[in-house]
């Protein structure tokens, strides 16, 4: 069964530090990666999708890599800035684009100006 | 980003009453649709799939008979919650795929049942 795990849970930074989050996933035999942004009462934003074939996605300041071998994904995200302040969910689709998504614990970031 | 309307943002209902919640793919035709249920600090916890013109697949231990799905069209997937209980309060989030694979996410229901 696969479990994805997110390190740290919570995270606080003054503003202009970059953020590292991490996520680990068990079984590397995913079909892809996603990871979101949910801001307090609200639905999820996609960021990034990377499939598995992947090493990495950039959007903006974001960027994420994928090692599927070691079950590990970075979310990057350069120059933070209050507005950045929300939890960010990585997730993994298993084995086929079928499959239902598994969702890591998330991490709360909390960038201070 | 593709966008996935969830309506309503917010309910208030009354214990034993149902409630009908709704999740358009706008922007995409949608053959499978999600629903979570989020508690607060938690993740979201996968509740049923929903495919177009055929059952909901419920995940273990929850109510098929509490939680009614129906997926009618490729565009629009409800959630009826039946007989709401106090403890059916919570955030109800949707998902549709695109055919991309990529996961879009609904804006999310508070449903408080009093």
């Known amino acids: 069964k696969q479990e994805v795990t997110q390190i740290p849970a919570a995270l606080s930074v003054p503003e202009g530090e970059n953020l590292v989050l991490n996520c680990s996933f068990t079984?590397?035999?995913?079909?892809?990666l996603q990871w979101f942004r949910q801001d307090p009462g609200k639905g999820l934003t996609s960021l990034l999708l990377?499939?598995?074939?992947?090493r990495e996605q950039t959007s903006g300041r974001l960027n994420a890599s994928l090692d599927k071998s070691s079950g590990r994904s970075t979310l990057y995200i350069a120059a933070s800035q209050p507005g950045d302040s929300a939890t960010y969910l990585c997730?993994?689709?298993?084995?086929?684009?079928?499959?239902?998504?598994?969702f890591g614990g998330g991490t709360r970031v909390l960038v201070k100006p | 980003g593709a966008v996935v309307s969830q309506h309503p943002s917010w309910v208030i209902c009354k214990s034993g009453t149902s409630v009908k919640i709704e999740c358009r793919s706008l922007?995409?035709?949608?053959?499978?649709m999600f629903w979570y249920r989020q508690f607060p600090k938690q993740s979201l916890m996968l509740m049923a799939t929903?495919?177009?013109?055929?059952?909901?697949?419920?995940e273990q231990g929850v109510e098929k008979d509490k939680f009614l799905i129906n997926h009618a069209s490729l565009t629009l997937s409800t959630l009826t919650v039946t007989s709401a209980h106090p403890e059916d309060s919570s955030f109800y989030i949707c998902?549709?795929?695109?055919?991309?694979?990529?996961?879009?996410f609904g804006q999310g229901t508070r449903l408080t049942v009093v």
């Open positions: 997730a993994v689709r298993q084995g086929a684009a079928g499959n239902k998504l598994t």
């Open positions: 079984d590397s035999a995913i079909y892809n």
């Open positions: 990377i499939q598995s074939s992947q």
């Open positions: 922007d995409f035709q949608a053959t499978t």
């Open positions: 929903s495919n177009e013109g055929s059952k909901a697949t419920y």
């Open positions: 998902s549709s795929r695109h055919p991309n694979t990529e996961a879009f």
